[in-house]
């Protein structure tokens, strides 16, 4: 019961304020967080290129309320590919973003988060990497993916996030499942009405499974986003069903989480990638993040009362 509370807070300002000034939380957003500057995400690409992972880097943000801020978004996705090019670790990193950090919601907002995304998208594919657009709640989707459809239009490895808890993704999944397209399958992060999404987590699970079979059954490249060792192992049943090599699928996890994991993954041949998530508006990132295990809570009041 706790998840739907903290989802709710992760949208509340007044909450926003008080935790993020609260004694103790940076310790615990850190587990999370890989730094708060490029300066800071780097060493944690390299290592990760180290250990035979592959990472995505999410410059954390959403919710902006300026076309200002949209701005600075695309700007600091600049940079971050800037340093990759100069550094040479294009060829290990993609980008993750979500579309309310590019504008989305404000006045005109499915063309300006467009106009923002494009250059981040351009970048990328001039230091041989790529972007995969980020799914929010579902109010976002049909403007996400129309955008995602006209990028691919100039840049077809451009990649898309579909969730299992919502009842539309059957049908996403059919339509995107076709060649040269990348889509990662995730459960969902979001609070979501029983009018759009399942509500419980065995329904999620059952539609991932439905879901990530057409997705390896067609002809597209699925990135299975999940933490989850029964779905992993499932994934990789499908995989082999679906007559697939290991280069053409691969994992994802968020950084933080099960990190031995990752390694593990890796290390009997999977391709393995880490969501990286770094900045300073790490707010809306770290609630979802609490709100997935309740037990983080317990670890974060513990971290904020010891203080
Ligand atoms: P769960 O059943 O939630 O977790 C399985 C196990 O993983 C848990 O028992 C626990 O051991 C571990 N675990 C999972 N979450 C946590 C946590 N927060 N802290 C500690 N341990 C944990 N959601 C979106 O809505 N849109 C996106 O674009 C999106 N992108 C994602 C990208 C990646 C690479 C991943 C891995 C997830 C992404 N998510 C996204 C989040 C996703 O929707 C789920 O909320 C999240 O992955 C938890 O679901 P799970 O599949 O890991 O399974």
Redesign the pocket.
């Known amino acids: 019961m706790l998840g739907p509370v903290i989802l709710a807070a992760s949208r509340s300002d007044t909450m926003r304020r008080f935790i993020s000034a609260a004694p103790g939380t940076k310790q615990v957003v850190d587990?999370?967080i890989a730094g708060e500057s490029v300066d800071q995400v780097v060493p944690v690409v390299r290592d990760a290129a180290d250990k035979g992972l592959e990472v995505?880097l999410d410059v954390v943000g959403e919710d902006i309320t300026t076309p200002e801020q949209a701005a600075a978004a695309r700007d600091a996705y600049l940079e971050l590919i800037g340093r990759l090019k100069e550094l040479g670790l294009g060829a290990r990193a993609e980008m993750?973003v979500?579309l309310s950090m590019f504008g989305q919601a404000l006045e005109n907002g499915h063309d300006l988060a467009l106009a923002n995304v494009r250059p981040v998208v351009e970048a990328a594919a001039a230091i041989g990497t790529t972007v995969?657009?980020?799914?929010?709640?579902h109010t976002t989707l049909d403007s996400m993916f129309a955008i995602h459809e006209e990028l691919r239009k100039d840049f077809p490895q451009t990649g898309c996030?579909i969730?299992?808890?919502l009842f539309r993704t059957e049908a996403d999944a059919r339509r995107l499942a076709a060649a040269g397209s990348r889509v990662?399958l995730?459960?969902?992060?979001?609070k979501e009405p029983a009018s759009v999404a399942y509500q419980s987590?065995p329904e999620i699970?059952k539609a991932?499974v439905r879901i990530l079979k057409t997705l390896m059954q067609g002809e597209g490249y699925p990135?299975i986003?999940?933490?989850?060792?029964r779905?992993i192992a499932i994934g990789q049943e499908l995989a082999r069903q679906a007559g697939r090599k290991l280069d053409e699928y691969e994992f994802?996890?968020?950084y933080?989480?099960?990190s031995e994991e990752h390694v593990r993954l890796a290390a009997e041949g999977h391709r393995m990638?880490?969501?990286t998530a770094y900045g300073t508006d790490w707010y809306g990132y770290f609630m979802?993040?609490?709100?997935?295990?309740p037990?983080?809570l317990l670890f974060f009041g513990r971290s904020v009362l010891t203080r």
Not at 225 to 229: I, K, Q, T, V, W
């Open positions: 587990r999370f995505t993750s979500k995969t657009l980020d799914a929010e709640d996030v969730q299992s808890y990662r995730v459960k969902g992060a979001y987590k699970d991932y990135m986003g999940s933490h989850d060792p779905l994802q996890m968020l933080g989480i099960r990638r880490v969501y979802r993040r609490l709100a997935e295990k037990a983080n």
